[in-house]
């Protein structure tokens, strides 16, 4: 996965989606990981930072060029199948929070 | 923990803090919980997200009323030596990005 630690020119866009999962993968996993391929294909697209515990949390933050890119990804017909079932199925509750990215800093020990 | 489903009245402002730790604990939980405590009770928090997985990986966003809220926290001395300690011993990495949130919606399904 990248990891969004490369420095990018700001300001940029994020999407933050904060979710918890219902029980059980019930074709979650393989939707989650064809969205992630979709996405990175989308103009505008930037990176991706996701993460998952074992209760079910999560956080995934999106990074893209513009708003625009943001709109049309949110509009792409397979996204929004999925947005459809995992209102349905596989979410108990979400938020998605669209920001702009005004300043970075990082720290690399590796 | 809050999990910031509350709706609020935007802009307000987001901390975006990924990162991935070394092995052992070291220290860091007991840490990370008076952080969390420390920051609920600085002027302008508005609430926090935290997932870290199995393997270390984590995305913290925090939310905050504004900018001058973010540096004071930063600024603030325990925290100052918890931001020390952790480029010595906590993180192989780290990226923080400051934002503004423009737009969020969510879904309840609970």
Redesign the interface.
């Given at each position: 996965m990248e990891?969004?630690?490369q420095v990018r020119k700001t300001p940029y866009y994020?999407v933050?989606f904060?979710s918890k999962r219902t029980d059980g993968d019930n074709g979650y996993g393989s939707m989650a990981d064809r969205m992630e391929e979709l996405a990175r294909r989308q103009p505008g697209f930037l990176g991706v930072?996701?993460?998952?515990?074992?209760s079910g949390?999560?956080?995934t933050?999106s990074y893209w060029e513009s708003?625009d890119a943001i709109s049309s990804w949110k509009r792409d017909e397979a996204h929004q199948a999925a947005q459809h079932k995992?209102?349905q199925e596989w979410?108990?509750?979400?938020?998605?929070?669209?920001?702009?990215?005004?300043?970075?800093?990082?720290?690399?020990?590796?």
């Amino acid at each position: 996965m990248e990891t969004g630690s490369q420095v990018r020119k700001t300001p940029y866009y994020a999407v933050i989606f904060y979710s918890k999962r219902t029980d059980g993968d019930n074709g979650y996993g393989s939707m989650a990981d064809r969205m992630e391929e979709l996405a990175r294909r989308q103009p505008g697209f930037l990176g991706v930072e996701s993460v998952r515990d074992a209760s079910g949390e999560g956080i995934t933050v999106s990074y893209w060029e513009s708003l625009d890119a943001i709109s049309s990804w949110k509009r792409d017909e397979a996204h929004q199948a999925a947005q459809h079932k995992g209102k349905q199925e596989w979410y108990k509750q979400y938020k998605v929070r669209i920001c702009r990215v005004e300043r970075e800093y990082g720290f690399d020990g590796l």
